[in-house]
């Protein structure tokens, strides 16, 4: 009998796309919950070939701001959301022209 894929293992798989992972992040950035912002970040760097890939200076970059997300709890995306709204724009999340 074949081996069923986890949907951790298949999300991380299909994260491997930047199109993928820039919708995934765009999604959850909507939703305006912290904590799944955190949980996706972590699922995207995961994909990516995980924290340590990245330099020094990224890694406490993400560290600090994953800190604000979890433990903090004052990141709030509604008051930027309703701004660009007013102003005719919204947040999108994009895959990076190399």
């Known amino acids: ?3 069923s894929t986890s949907y951790h293992e298949r999300l ?4 491997k796309n930047p199109l993928e992972a820039a919708a995934y992040i765009e999604v959850v950035l909507e939703e305006g919950d912290p904590k ?3 949980k996706a970040l972590k699922n995207v760097i995961e994909a990516q070939g995980g924290i340590e890939k990245l330099s020094a200076e990224i890694q406490e ?5 994953d800190h604000v997300l979890l433990q903090q ?3 709030e995306f509604s008051p930027l959301s309703t701004l660009l709204d007013s102003l005719g724009l919204q ?3 994009t895959v990076k022209s190399m």
């Open 12 to 15: 991380i798989q299909d994260l």
């Open 91 to 93: 947040l999108a999340v």
């Open 36 to 38: 799944m912002l955190s």
């Open 61 to 65: 970059l993400y560290y600090k701001f």
């Open 1 to 3: 009998m074949a081996r």
């Open 73 to 75: 709890g004052k990141f």
